[in-house]
């Protein structure tokens, strides 16, 4: 249950996420760095050690959602936490690297699932998808785009989420830093469990999580809480980037 947003930047992009959960789920631990190897990465974890968002000193993030669709199917009995992909998954360099080992995983026991990933080097979105049985990917214009889910039904949130980020589109500021944190406060048409800010009896955003990516380092602030209760973020890490793109040259943004 979640809502991503992603914004390219004339130096890297900007990402937000809000995390939608059941209010008797264990708070999550605020973001910190990690480090394997030569790696240094960010992310927000749950008591188990999963996460559903991270960040590396490379420029690249990777964030989960998980899909409810209806012809996804769900065989057997969950066995293991979606969140543990993020962690095995972040140490990656590049693309070629995470997508050979995204199909060496073993998903058994791991319920349907998609997962988001950005790559500043290559300029490219990857979306992997796994229903339970099959995985499967697709590749994304390095353009903005929104990514929800609910439990709910992913559909009717795409739609009602969906009209929200239309209607501010075409805003002057849309793209920038203020225009994102409002749009993952929005309410539009009500609040309630379709709005971009969740709000159900027995659930709710419970976290806003924004990624910056820009010319020397990457940074990641988060939010604890419900994003429209809160203006101030309650923790804000950041990386240097390791071997900055020179970004000369690149192809015209599509935003």
Not at 41 to 62: F, H, K, Q
Not at 93 to 100: C, E, G, H, K, R
Not at 198 to 224: F, K, N, P, W
């Amino acid at each position: 249950m979640c809502t991503l947003t992603f914004v390219p930047t004339e130096d890297g992009y900007l990402v937000g996420m809000n995390r939608d959960e059941l209010l008797t789920r264990r708070v999550a631990l605020p973001p910190k760095r990690f480090q394997r190897s030569v790696m240094e990465m960010v992310y927000p974890s749950e008591p188990s050690g999963g996460t559903w968002i991270a960040c590396n000193d490379r420029g690249n993030l990777l964030a989960l959602l998980n899909w409810n669709a209806r012809e996804s199917p769900r065989f057997g009995e969950k066995r293991k936490t979606r969140g543990l992909v993020i962690p095995e998954l972040i140490v990656e360099p590049d693309l070629p690297a995470a997508d050979s080992h995204f199909y060496q995983m073993s998903l058994d026991g791991l319920f349907p699932f998609r997962l988001v990933g950005v790559f500043r080097s290559e300029r490219t979105i990857t979306e992997w998808h796994w229903d339970g049985v099959d995985r499967r990917k697709m590749e994304l214009p390095w353009a903005r785009n929104h990514w929800f889910s609910s439990s709910l039904s992913d559909s009717l949130a795409e739609e009602e989420r969906g009209h929200a980020c239309e209607a501010v589109a075409g805003e002057p500021v849309a793209g920038s830093s203020s225009w994102l944190r409002r749009l993952h406060r929005s309410h539009v048409p009500r609040p309630g469990p379709f709005s971009v800010c969740v709000h159900r009896q027995d659930a709710a955003t419970v976290s806003y999580t924004e990624v910056r990516c820009g010319r020397s380092q990457i940074s990641m602030d988060y939010l604890d809480g419900n994003p429209c209760l809160k203006k101030r973020f309650d923790k804000m890490t950041c990386v240097a980037l390791n071997d900055p793109l020179v970004l000369s040259g690149l192809p015209n943004l599509q935003v």
